[in-house]
């Protein structure tokens, strides 16, 4: 195998509590990671040297802070052979937008790379690596919508059912470590378990500071909420979304969203095919009953 097209899915946080601060500066949370069939998509071909060439080039990212290049480096340890790729990204998710898009990029650039450089590390190694990069890259590497504790690494893969979000993306960019870093924020929320959110639900702790300082995420709340109750923001944001029963009543919604916020609908999903693809150098295509704008 010399070639792979894998798929990098978005994620949502269907809830966040931040319930302390450990003393290194990092905070302890509960969420629960819902993968979308919705996403970029990544193409990984062999080189025959050490070179790795990224295109298109991310507009305002530096080489040394893109992910995919430093997901790649990172593993170049393990390579049993010359550790270069050309990679082509077709980005479809917003920057900054609390969906995982550069976590998911350099989560399957683990995945696909240590399948081409047959660098034959297991799931959980990838994780620990993809920690190194990024909170939200183990529960990308894992592939499986779940229950996250820690600063998001400890995972405990959750069954939901299928159901159906629009995704809207305010035009701004959030910076997550000026949320977290803000002396604004609730870092005290009470632990809960599975079955009790399961049962009762839960909130984001980072809304309400980012609908104060960020006024398009506001008043993008404010438009969907008047569509439905259970609009949130996914994340330290921008990005909101809202769960619908089908698909119908989602395209519905979105069809009338105003020009200058834009979005798409997609279908939650449990796993994403993304080791299945690896394993069977299959090409990932993205499912047709997915919408976007």
Known sequence: MDHLTLPAPAKLNLFLHITGRRADGYHQLQTLFQLLDYGDQLHFRLRPDDTLQLTPALPGVADADNLILRAARLLRPWARGPAGADINLDKRLPMGGGIGGGSSDAATTLVALNRLWDCRLTRAELQHLGLQLGADVPVFVGAETAWA?????VLKPVALAPRWFLVLCPQCHVSTKEIFSHKGLTRDTA??????????????DCQPLVERLYPAVANALAWLSRFTDNALLTGTGACIFAAFANRQEAEHVLAQAPSDLPGFVAQGINRSPLYELASNGAEYAPPKNTTGA
Do not use: D
């Not at 504790?149 to 690494?153: H, I, R, S």
């Not at 632990?191 to 839960?202: H, M, P, S, W």
């Open 149 to 153: 504790e820690g600063v998001g690494e």
């Open 191 to 204: 632990a809960i378990t599975v079955a009790a959110f399961l049962r009762e639900g839960g909130h984001n």
